[in-house]
């Protein structure tokens, strides 16, 4: 699966431990970010290009850091066709994409460690949306509040 990743400054004890994780699961990585840790860059700036990446179809998913998830979450969903969710644990990360269809991961980096990242990333990208007729109504109406 191609995985779009980008993370501020804030985000930055992650990115390592998430690119490694990428790799061990066969994924490829797109990488919106900077080489290197840009003090004071701003989450809406990568949120932006994290969602770019997907809504043009260079990925099929993405994954967001800031330091506590919160700011990149608010700042992606305001892409039309973005499911982005700040998620802390496994059934969060894995539920999101069953039932929600969540394409963006959002993780704090001040509010969870780099193993526990470790594992949100393989729940998230493991996951698949079951396609549900509850759920695809759910995300009908969704589709309709971004219409508005």
Known sequence: MRVAFGSDHAGWPLRARVFDELAAGGHELVDVGTPERVPGDDYPDVAAAVAAAITAGRAERGILVCGSGVGACVA???????RAAMCHDSFSARQGVEDDNMNVLCLGARVIGVELAAELVRDFLGARFSGAERHRRRLGKIAAMERR
Do not use: F, S, T
């Open 76 to 82: 992606a969903n305001k892409v039309l066709g973005i």
